[in-house]
Structures are given as C-alpha cells and as structure tokens.
C-alpha cells in the first residue's frame, strides 16, 4: 500500500470514527487490512467500560457493609467495655498483682494510659472474630461458582445461534432477584429484529407483496384508491432508491456462508439458496429494503470501485456512480446517497424515519403519504420514508465541496458535516415509504406478563414511533385493554393554544391526579393485584417531551416536573417510552434509580444504542441479538432470547438471593456466637485477655469447621423447586425490596447468636461450678473448658445450618456430616500429637479426655438442643400456616382465569386493524 | 468467564449443571416434630432424674480453712510472719462417708486464668530439656531469674505459685488418732504424667545434677528434684501434685484433686466417727481476698456432685413436653381452620 509517493500530489483523506476498529471485530471479506493502534491505555473503550462495570456494586453488598458497622460497633463496645472493666477491677486491692502473678518491671514502669491502649488493642484483637472476614471469601467463591449455573443453564440455549447464556460479571448474581423496574428496548429485545419487508406505498398508493402472485406487483390500497397504481415512472424511482440508498454490501456465493460465521457485527446475511446471493448490513432494516425491492424485479447486485449496480425489471444492468453516503445516525434518523447516473443526472435518494424526511420535503406530498404511515406504525411495523431530489451540477459541485471539506476538518467534524447534510437534504420530494414488520420475540408476552406477575415494573424505551412501540406493547400484553393510557407526546401537548409548558404541567397535573391521588393507596410491593378491579394505568412519553421535562425551560420547575412525572410512572403497571435517543434511555434508567427507595434497575437490549442504559441499570443483560455484539459486551449478563430472562429473574435470581442472603445472615450470626463465649469468658478471667480457645480453633473455625457447609448450601439450596418459581411468578415479590437482608431479619439472626452464645458460655460455666468431670475424679482445666464450649458451638451452628437446608442433596449431606466428622477428627490429631513446633502444649489429649467424661457428652447435647429449641420451634410453628401453601391454593385458580383473559387480548390485538 | 468457543457448545445437561441433583426436601411437619419433641423431653427427663438422684447420692464434704475469721481454727496462721504454722479442723462423720474418697483442695478468687500467668512457663523445661535449663523462655519473666541471675527451674509464675498446704487426716478413735492413709498416685491425668512432662536425665547417677546451675522458684521451700525424695517416679516434673497445679483452672473459684483415700482400712470409705485435718498452713490468699477450702466427695460415672446438669436435663426435658403439647393445640387449631377455609 503506497499512500505517498514523491512524484505525486499527496491525497488527503480523511479518517472517522468508521474508520476505527474496535476490539473484537473480524475481518470479513477481506483477507488482510493495514492498520495503525491510533490509542492504547486506559481511555480505551475496553478500559473505560471496564471501570464503568466494576463500580456496580449490589444491595446485598450494601447491606452488608451495613451489617459490618454494627458489628464494628459490637466490637469495638466489646473491648471499651472489658478495658474500662478491667481497670475498675483492678482497681480494687489486690486484684491487679496477686503475688503469684507478679509483673515484671517493664510493665510496671509503663504509662498506664499506654497500657489502657495496648489493652485495648488486645481485645480488639482478641475479638477481631466477629468481623466475618472469611464471608468476603465465601460470598466471592459463591458469586464465582455460583455463576456457573446461569451459563451451564440448558434452558439458556438457543439452538439457532448455538450459544447459551453468558456471565460477564459475577457480582450481580443476587441483583437478578431484586429487580424492581425492567427497560427494556424494543426492537430486537421484544420483536426479533429479523425484518420482513410487508409492504410499500408509491406515491400513495399501497403495494403489498402476496407471495403467491410470483413477486409481483399488487395493490389493495387505501380504500379510496382500490386497484390503482402509481405510474410506472414513480414505481421504478422508488424501488431505484430501496436499490441504492444504503449501505449494504453483497456477498456472493452464499452457500459457503453459515450462520457460524456471522459471530461479530455485521449480521443479517440470509442465506438464499435460489439467489446465491446474501446481504450484508449493520441494520436489518436495509436488508429487508434490498429485498423487498429484489421481489418486485430490481436487484442490487453489489458496489464495484464506487459503482453501484443494480438489475431492472427488464434484466438490464443499471450502473451508478456512488459520489457520497450521507451516513445514518440515531440523532438525524435518515441517511441518503448521492449517486450519478450514466446519463450524468445527480441523484439524491434519502430515506428515514418520517419525523425526520416530512420536514424537509415538500409539504403537499406528505398528506398522502402520512396515512399509510401512520396505519402501518399502528399495526407496529417499521416505517420509513424515501425521498429523491435531484441535483443540478452547481448544487452538487457546493455540497460536495462542503462534504469534503467539512470531512477533512479536525474540529468540529460531525457538526460540520452535520450542517452540510442539513443542506443538502432539503426540497426533496417524497416519493413513498415502506412497512417492515419485526416480529416479537417468542413468548414475549408470557415473560412480560411473569415479570408484571412478579412485581416488575416494566419500562420499554424505544427510539421507534409511538404507534409502533404501541402496539408493540399491546402484542406483549404490556398494555391491556382495559389500561388507561396517559400519553404525554409532542401531539399531546400541541393541541391547544397555550404553550408547550403550560400544557406539560397542565397534563402532568392531571395525570397524576388521576393515576396517583386518585388511586386507591397500595402498598410498596403489592403493586399490582390480581383484581381487575383497580384501574390499571400505561404511560407514554417521547422523547422530545422528555427532554422538555427533563430541562425545563425555569429550572425551578426541574424538581417538581421530575417527581410529578416519577409518581405517575411508579403508579402505571407500564411505561412506554418512545422515540428516545440512547441517552435520554439512559437518563431515564438514572432518574428511576436515583428515585426514592432506590429501586433496583434493570435494562435489557440488544443493540449498541441500549449500551447507555445497559451500563446505567444496577443489571444491564444484553439480548445475543442481531444488532452487534456490543450490547453484549457491555452488559453484565448476556441471554439469547427475551423469554430466557423470566428464567434469569424468577428462578435463578430469587435463588441466587435466597442463598446469598442467608449466607450473610449465617455468617454474622456464627461469628457472633463464636466471639461472644469469649468475651463473657473475659468477666471469669480478670479481663486479662484469656482466649477460651485454643489458637488452632480460632483459626479454623471459619476456615475449616464451618466453612464448606454454608459455601454447598449457598450453590445449591432451593429453598422452593424452580419449577413452582417460574410458576408463580409473585413468589418473587416475597423477597422484594431486599427482604431477607433488612434490619428485622439482622436483628432476629443476632439475637440468635446472643442467645445461642450466652448458652454456650453459661452452659458450661454452670457444670465448671465443679470441675470433677471424670469418673476418676480427676479435674478439667480452662482448655477442656474451651474445648467443651468450642464443640457445642460447632455442632450447634452447623445443625442450624442443616435445620435451614431445603434441599439436600449429596454434597450437602457430604459437607454438613463431613465437616462435623472432620472437627472431630481434627480434634483427636491435634491433641493426640505432641507437636514440636509449639511452645506449649496447651491442647494434648484435651479432647480425648473430655470425651471420656459423660458428663461433658451430657452438657454438649443438651445445649446444642436447647441453642436450636427456638429455631425447631419456629419452623414447626410456622408450618402449619405456611404462607407458601396457602398462596398457592389462592394463585391458582386467578392465574388461569389471567391467561384466558390474554389469550383473548391477543386475538383481538392480530384483528386490530385501522379504521380512521 | 468462558470463552466463545466454549460456549457455542451446548451445556451440559447433568444434573449437577441443571442444578437438578436428586434432593432430600425434608419438611419438618407437626406429624414429625410433635412426637418426636415428646419422645425427647421424656428421653430427657428420664436421663435428668438419673443424672439427679446420681448427684444427690454424692457426699461432699465441704471445709474453709482460711482463718479469716478469729474464731477459725487457721486464724493463727494467716500472720504471714508465722513460720510453719499448722492448725487442725475436726470433722465429725455421723455416717459412712463411702469410699472411693477424693479429696481435693479448692480455691476461690484466684485466676490461674490470667492470660500472662498462663503463659509463664516453659514447655521444654518440663519435658527434661536441659538446654532450655539455661535460657528460659521469655514468658517466664519476672520468675525465669533469681536476683543472682540464676536461672529458675521450672521458671514462671505457675510454677512459682504451686499449691504449698500439705494435709494429714487423722481418724480419732478413742482419743487416739489414727493416720489415714492418702494416696497421692493417679491425682493428674494419665496423659501428662506419661506422656507429656519428662524429668531431665540423670547426670552421674544423680538426679540433682542434672538441676546444677539453677535454683528452686522463689516461693517453693525446695527444688524440683527433692519434691517427693521417697519415690523418683513422683519427683522432680512428675510430682502429681506439680502435674495437678500445671493443669489451669478454668475459673477464679476452683478446685484440685490432692489425694484419693483408697488403701487400707479405709478403702471402703470413711465410718462415722471424729477426724482431725491437720493443716500445714503455707499458702497465702488473703492478700487477694482468696479463700481456701478442702473437699471431700466421692464421685459417679458422672463425676463430681453437679446438680446443674440433671436440673438441666429435667427442665428440658419438661419444656420439650409441654412445647409438643403446646404444638399439638396449635396444630390442631390450624389444621381445623384450615378445613373451613
């Protein structure tokens, strides 16, 4: 590759951000491209997402950083209070240096506040246990291993594109049970992003492909216009345009071509045994034009050296020179070519959404054009807009000057060519529009509908027109028909004569009186029943009208349009919005987390313009979808299909929350029963800092003897069958608003260790009033003491475990028994060996002795029984009213008549049809 | 996590990747638990009257001999001036005090559980190491040297503060008294005395050369290898009143095994009759507000007289009856309502 030569003027060419390749991409047809690292480091894209990701922290992470402080508190009381004892108890005579315990003059020259501080380093030292430190490693390994199901998950598999689920984050796993408010986007994530073209509209006259008249032409149009055409001149024009203003590549030779090879970016090729030719385009929408035009005779046949060829009705070649690619952009939301004809006419064909081509052309011909348009958005398909306009040379000499230069420029560079493809598409003439249908996703209404059972709050954030997303949202049963819907749209807010302001406020005011103030108070959680009796309310708000709320033009106002708009949305079961730019999807998810109570987010997407809100939410999940891998890349979970999150939410989130929650609860709790034996030992030992349990024990309580049966039980409990989960869906509700993590259930698993440790302690404390527990006499020292107290607490705290266990399986059963079997064992080890490395031999034969003693066995049994008597107590006297079972009986019988009511919602929403 | 090409594979379908292992979903229903809280309250009831009336069959005998107060016979003594100053305790038996008989000597506000005397001592001094004979381990500190910089052996404040009172029994039968024969074998555990202690090696035949270089703890009247010089297998670290004193006590009031009263006459126990406890009187606790106390008892396979563990076991054993009851009425009620709805 020369790009400079001496004897030559050099050419200036400009490079863009397409000209950029990201991290990831494939080379497609082509066998090798040059390239320059134009940056590396920590601004890359991979850098700066990965930072962006790792700041997502969970709820349950939360709460426990909560937790830790009261037990830092607990802890740091523990040594105040033993210090501060400790010094009124030595303070009286003769207690602080009995003669047998005399100091030596180091200590005795020692300040004594320096010596009230070391003390106090001791206890914390001593009780430095209670902190769990161990939790983070297990809550780690959990959230790791744990992972693994969603990705091993069978049910996640998709056989089309051969994937399964992916985990990019391990950190959110408990998150997935928490979710209150679902985005979820529409195009792709609720409808399968696989574009059929439907039908077109010439010149006002409508054409609709039936299959089986060959591919030809036929028109059931409006009805004022029955059996009529658009003249063949128009017709021809129009499908010249669908054949060249795009950006689709062919690729000849389909056949070699497998869906395995589509891996990255550009999808959307479909495979076409008879045409032996296959498309490629970053949108399927321009695949599903190019086809649609293929069927009614005018065929692309590809982009030679800027030549673009296209195959007429008459088999002809048609050559046009392709000058410019005005490229397509989400803000613009159009695209157009410039192309020359061999007869040197300069054409300019423009197409996209109808909001952005109805202004600029003339205004006459939109009237005729808007009705298809606007039915077939009501009948939810893609609509888009072509116009053509002709250049004569001078414009075309200005506009392409102005492109070039404004190419070349190092500042500013899309605004300028921003502004220049403002100028040059305008006066264009409409020529027609097209109808792609995008069909839903398999069972997005059933997971729709699971996720509004669930408590969910489903938002879709679209950047389609109203009426498309519209009725989308009806087809997910998102919008009922009984759901009033409060729309707050750029129509909405124009019919009157006063100002757009004034009118937004004038609206919100009575949406809100109506969906907030006048509906009967429900309580957090419960949102909505199952009762048709409440009014159930659909909001739907587009952008422009949001960007207006959100900037209000008296800042004053920002705050109070916020939480009149947030309170309304709180109270619809379903928010639509529309026509959003991926930012303003991203503020919105911003603004609902940042709302009170800081509800627990959850965007769902597909495509890149969903990786805003995906990185916003606390749970991005990305669709495996045909728009790009970015979404995916981005997102904390990746799924293939919609209907694979009511999986991911209901079953494998509430699990994942169960178990993470009752892992920390079990953790505090051990500690505290561990830790708080030893500290009441403090009282019986002159607050001198005694350890009641020999150092080994210390160490491996939370490393070994406890450790692996809360780890089995955190992957594999089930605390209900997954089956029922997905079956009833409000069971997720039971653990809304982190139940399991709140202050009550803290409180009832600490003063459970309180009560099980002060048993412990006190237990023995009471048989020590004799310390002659051998048959032969012979007296037990404060080590047997310890080690009596230390087995009760193993066993008590690891039964608790397997009281708490629903679901048994082998590991579970190995772990619970193995780990009891192995303190024993290591208890016989470590004190049947005299161990050389040890400066004292504190614990030989402590064990074996105390097990020799009846009496010792005596006391271990009754107070592991008596620790667990409330807990036995609970679960027997909550069984017979079981929420669970009843909540079945109850569900039932409404949840059947629920889906009669749908399947007849849908039927009536296939038979909807425009009448105007 | 894993990579593409791992997971364009199918996953597995285990019941382990299912998270579909075969389960054992017991559920504690009221059928279960009612009886079964039955059946554990009377198993524990059962055991508590045992353990109970076991405990009530134990005598103890049970003297303070700290002469604290100055009608006590010891009050004498407690002038720390005294120089083996003994005093005698007479104790009247209007039964047979059955034998075995354990007699032990008890303390009370003395924390041998302090941390920094629990660890002034030196585990390879007491295992016959005689390197460490010449540098002690830090902890022993203040007792590992004398003024003279000898070094004590065995150092530390534990040994230091060994129990010193020495006890003679005597049966007075007709204003003669008759010495009961204490035995001092088996006081401490097997374990320490066989296993975990050593007495050095003897040097030229003697056992206190072996002991040259090093002086007797400060309070003791004489060093480790004279402690018992009628029989070496109870001398130096093997005495078992040392081994008894070494093993800490768990709590500030306490007691030690000193002698058994298991030969002679009086292998069957005590007859009823006077005794006199003679009391060579050593061991001062009133410095620190101690007291001292002699135990007589003979012991159960349950050890000691305790009655916390069979009040325990009874009051248990009861509240799991009165819960299954308890239960049984809730359950029942339930159950009915449920019916009706």
Redesign the interface.
């Known amino acids: 590759m020369h790009i400079y030569k001496a004897d030559q003027e050099p050419a200036v060419r400009s490079l863009g951000p397409e000209n950029l390749l990201l991290k990831g991409a494939t080379l497609k047809n082509t066998k090798k491209i040059n390239g320059v690292a134009v940056y590396t480091g920590m601004e890359t894209k991979m850098a700066l997402n990965y930072q962006g990701k790792s700041q997502k922290r969970s709820a349950v992470e939360k709460s426990i950083n909560a937790f830790l402080l009261v037990y830092l508190c607990i802890l740091i009381s523990k040594a105040v209070v033993c210090t501060t004892l400790k010094y009124v108890w030595q303070s009286k005579?003769?207690?602080d240096e009995?003669?047998?315990?005399?100091?030596?003059?180091k200590e005795k020259d020692t300040n004594m506040y320096v010596k009230m501080f070391t003390d106090f380093l001791s206890f914390m030292v001593l009780f430095n246990f209670i902190i769990p430190v161990s939790m983070y490693v297990t809550v780690e390994m959990q959230k790791f291993l744990g992972?693994?199901?969603i990705?091993?998950?069978?049910d996640?598999?998709d056989p089309e594109i051969?994937?399964?689920?992916?985990?990019?984050t391990?950190d959110l796993n408990e998150e997935l049970g928490q979710v209150e408010y679902v985005f979820t986007d529409k195009t792709g994530t609720l409808t399968q992003n696989n574009m059929e073209f439907i039908e077109c509209c010439i010149d006002g006259f409508q054409y609709r492909h039936r299959d089986e008249l060959d591919g030809f032409t036929v028109t059931d149009g409006p009805v004022s216009k029955l059996q009529q055409k658009a003249g063949l001149e128009k017709e021809e024009l129009f499908l010249r345009a669908l054949c060249l203003c795009h950006t689709v590549q062919v690729k000849e030779d389909g056949a070699e071509e497998t869906p395995?090879d589509q891996?990255d970016g550009v999808d959307g090729m479909f495979p076409q045994p008879e045409e032996e030719r296959c498309f490629i385009a970053s949108s399927p929408d321009e695949i599903a034009l190019v086809k649609g035009a293929m069927r009614y005779g005018f065929t692309f046949l590809g982009l030679e050296s800027k030549n673009m060829k296209i195959k007429n009705r008459q088999n002809d070649i048609e050559e046009y020179k392709l000058l410019h690619v005005l490229n397509f952009d989400p803000v613009r939301r159009r695209m157009s070519v410039i192309v020359q004809t061999k007869s040197g006419e300069t054409l300019l064909f423009c197409k996209g959404a109808d909001s952005s081509i109805f202004p600029r052309v003339k205004p006459e011909e939109v009237e005729r054009i808007r009705l298809h348009v606007e039915r077939n958005a009501t009948e939810g398909y893609r609509t888009l807009c072509v116009a053509f306009k002709q250049l004569s040379a001078e414009e075309y000499a200005v506009a392409d000057t102005g492109l070039r230069e404004a190419r070349l420029a190092l500042q500013d560079r899309e605004d300028k060519l921003m502004a220049i493809y403002n100028q040059v598409e305008t006066g264009m003439s409409l020529i027609g529009a097209t109808a792609v249908e995008d069909r839903l996703q398999e069972e997005a209404a059933e997971t729709m509908e699971a996720l509004q059972g669930a408590g969910i709050k489903v938002w879709v954030l679209t950047g389609d027109k109203m009426e498309t997303a519209k009725s989308t949202c009806y087809a997910c049963r998102l919008f009922q028909r009984g759901t009033e819907l409060l729309e707050l749209t750029v129509r909405t807010l124009e019919d009157g004569r006063t100002k757009r302001e004034d009118k937004l406020l004038e609206l919100l005011r009575d949406y809100h009186r109506r969906a907030v103030q006048d509906a009967p108070p429900v309580k957090a959680g419960v949102t909505r029943s199952w009762s048709t009796a409440n009014q159930e309310y659909g909001f739907i708000i587009d952008g422009a009208t949001l960007s207006l709320l959100m900037n209000p033009p008296r800042d004053a106002d920002a705050c109070l349009y916020r939480n009149l708009f947030l309170q309304i949305c709180q109270n619809s079961t379903a928010v639509l919005c529309c026509r959003m730019a991926p930012l303003q999807k991203a503020q919105i998810v911003k603004m609902v987390k940042n709302s009170k109570g800081s509800p627990i987010t959850l965007s769902i997407g597909d495509g890149a313009n969903d990786v805003s809100m995906i990185l916003e939410a606390h749970v991005g999940i990305g669709v495996k979808g045909k728009e790009g891998r970015q979404a995916v890349r981005n997102s904390d979970y990746a799924i293939p299909k919609l209907k694979h999150l009511k999986k991911l939410l209901l079953a494998h989130g509430h699990l994942y929350y169960v178990r993470i929650a009752h892992l920390v609860q079990y953790f505090f709790y051990k500690n505290l029963c561990f830790i708080l034996p030893q500290f009441l030992y403090q009282f019986?030992?002159?607050y001198?800092?005694?350890?009641l349990y020999d150092a080994a024990y210390l160490t491996m309580y939370n490393i070994c003897f406890t450790s692996m049966p809360i780890l089995a039980y955190s992957l594999?409990e089930?605390h209900m069958a997954?089956e029922v989960l997905l079956d009833n869906a409000t069971l997720y509700r039971q653990i809304a608003k982190n139940a399991m993590l709140r202050w009550r259930p803290f409180l009832y698993w600490t003063v459970l260790g309180i009560f099980q440790g002060l048993m412990f302690f006190f237990?023995v404390?009471?048989?020590?009033?004799?310390?002659?527990?051998?048959?032969?006499?012979?007296?037990?020292?404060?080590?047997?003491?310890?080690t009596i107290v230390f087995t009760v607490l193993v066993f008590t705290v690891t039964l608790k475990l397997a009281l708490d266990t629903?679901?048994?399986?082998?590991?579970?059963h190995f772990v619970i028994w193995g780990s009891l079997a192995f303190y024993v064992f290591f208890s016989f080890f470590w004190g049947g060996i005299?161990w050389p490395f040890l400066?004292?031999?504190r614990l030989?034969?402590v064990f074996?002795?105390m097990l020799s003693?009846?009496?010792a066995w005596?006391?271990i049994i009754?107070l592991i029984?008596?620790s667990l008597?409330p807990e036995?107590?609970l679960?027997?006297?909550r069984?017979?009213?079981g929420p669970h079972s009843r909540q079945m009986k109850r569900r039932l019988p409404s949840s059947g008549t629920s889906t009669i009511f749908m399947l007849s919602q849908t039927a009536s929403t296939h038979s909807f049809s425009w009448s105007d | 996590m894993k990579n593409e090409g791992e997971t364009a594979e199918r996953p597995d379908n285990t019941a382990f990747t299912q998270q579909r292992l075969p389960a054992w979903q017991p559920i504690l229903s009221a059928g279960i638990v009612i009886p079964g809280f039955l059946l554990i309250g009377l198993a524990f009831i059962g055991i508590g009257v045992g353990l109970f009336l076991t405990s009530q069959t134990i005598q103890v005998l049970e003297r303070d001999y700290t002469g604290f107060d100055k009608d006590s016979p010891c009050f004498s003594c407690t002038n720390p001036n005294t120089q083996n100053c003994t005093c005698e305790i007479t104790i009247a038996l209007s039964e047979l005090f059955k034998g075995p008989i354990f007699f032990y000597y008890g303390l009370s506000n003395y924390y041998q559980n302090f941390r920094k005397y629990g660890v002034s001592k030196d585990y390879y001094q007491l295992t016959g190491d005689t390197k460490s004979f010449k540098s002690p381990q830090e902890s022993c500190s203040p007792f590992d040297f004398d003024s003279n910089k000898n070094v004590i052996v065995p150092c530390g404040a534990i040994a230091n503060s060994m129990f010193n009172d020495t006890f003679e029994l005597y049966h007075i039968i007709n204003g003669t008294k008759k010495q009961v024969p204490l035995d001092g074998k088996g006081i401490s555990w097997w374990t320490d005395y066989n296993l975990k202690y050593r007495n050095p090696s003897f040097v030229n035949g003697s056992f206190a050369k072996a002991f040259d270089g090093t002086v007797k703890p400060i309070n003791w009247p004489k060093p480790a290898y004279e402690l018992d010089l009628t029989d070496q297998s109870n001398n130096g670290f093997l005495n078992q009143d040392f081994l008894v004193w070494m093993r800490r006590s768990a709590l500030p009031e306490f007691r030690k095994l000193y002698r058994r009263i298991t030969e002679g006459d009086y292998s069957a126990g005590l007859p009823a009759g006077n005794y006199s406890l003679t009391v060579h009187y050593n061991y001062p606790v009133l410095t620190f507000d101690g007291r001292k106390k002699v135990f007589f008892s003979n012991v159960s396979w349950m050890g000691g007289k305790n009655d916390f563990l069979g009040i325990a076991y009874l009051v248990v054993g009861s509240l799991c009856v009165v819960m299954s009851v308890v239960m049984l009425i809730v359950y029942a009620k339930f159950k009915f309502s449920d019916d009706d709805a």
């Open positions: 005579d003769g207690q009995p003669w047998y315990n005399q100091k030596t003059q992972s693994f199901f990705t091993w998950d069978k996640f598999f051969q994937e399964g689920a992916l985990v990019n391990s395995g891996v019986f030992c002159g001198s800092q005694q350890p594999l089930q997954i237990g404390r009471f048989l020590f009033s004799n310390p002659a527990l051998q048959d032969n006499g012979q007296v037990f020292g404060n080590w047997s003491y310890g629903r679901h048994w399986t082998w590991i579970n005299i400066k004292q031999q030989y034969f074996a002795n003693s009846v009496s005596l006391v009754i029984l008596l008597l036995l107590l679960v027997v006297l069984k017979p009213r």
